[in-house]
């Protein structure tokens, strides 16, 4: 009975050791994937303030004004085209 119970508390220290280098192992896999997506984060987050300048650029009526004029050759209507429609 003393040979069985020593077996199985030499297999369950294994079973504990191989238990903890696996979860140091998961652990340091975790770790670097967290701290691969807290810098992605970080780059998304500097590209996000970039697009909203741009977006608070390209927005102004100005800007619009400009594209519409150089880029599409658009101009606006002459009075006499201009037809006001009551309802």
């Given at each position: 009975m003393t040979r069985f119970l020593m077996i199985v508390l030499a297999l369950a220290s294994i079973a504990s050791a191989i238990g903890v280098v696996y979860a140091r192992h998961r652990h340091r896999v975790l770790?670097?994937?967290?701290?691969?997506l807290e810098r992605a984060r970080d780059?998304?987050?500097?590209?996000?303030?970039?697009?909203?300048?741009e977006q608070a650029t390209v927005a102004e009526a100005t800007r619009i004004d400009q594209v519409a004029r150089v880029r599409l050759g658009m101009k606006f209507p002459e009075t006499a085209d201009v037809v006001v429609i009551r309802p």
């Open positions: 770790f670097d994937e967290v701290t691969r780059e998304l987050n500097v590209e996000f303030g970039r697009l909203q300048l």
